[in-house]
């Protein structure tokens, strides 16, 4: 099992930042790849950024250039600084972490910590 806990959500002004942090625990060898998903109220969970392993990054199109997903492998946390916020961003964002087994691949979720941006 792998455990997630997310921080840093919270209340900004459009044009602002916020840095959210994941810390892994548990069984977090074979993590292959570390991501963030967002909801908003009334639309599908959707992927922001993921970065593996090995430190390759990609994002959804509606936020490059202003989200920038890092990992610090010594502490297991990820992060996902976000700038030049804008109200669609408010969702509930969600760390994920995908660890491959053989020829299976398992997700594990976090809480969820809640953002929003105001106009």
């Known amino acids: 099992q792998v455990q997630l806990v997310e921080s840093g959500g919270g209340l900004v002004q459009a044009g602002g930042s916020l840095r959210l942090s994941c810390a892994a625990s548990g069984s977090i060898f074979r993590i292959a790849q570390m991501g963030w998903y967002r909801q908003a109220p009334g639309k599908q969970r959707e992927l922001v950024a993921t970065?593996?392993?090995?430190?390759?990054?990609n994002y959804v199109d509606s936020v490059k250039g202003r989200f920038t997903i890092s990992r610090d492998n010594a502490k297991n946390t990820v992060y996902l600084q976000m700038n030049s916020l804008r109200p669609e961003d408010t969702a509930v964002y969600y760390c994920n972490a995908e660890k491959t087994v053989g020829t299976l691949r398992l997700n594990y979720w976090g809480q969820g910590t809640q953002v929003t941006v105001s106009s």
């Open positions: 970065i593996t392993s090995g430190g390759s990054t």
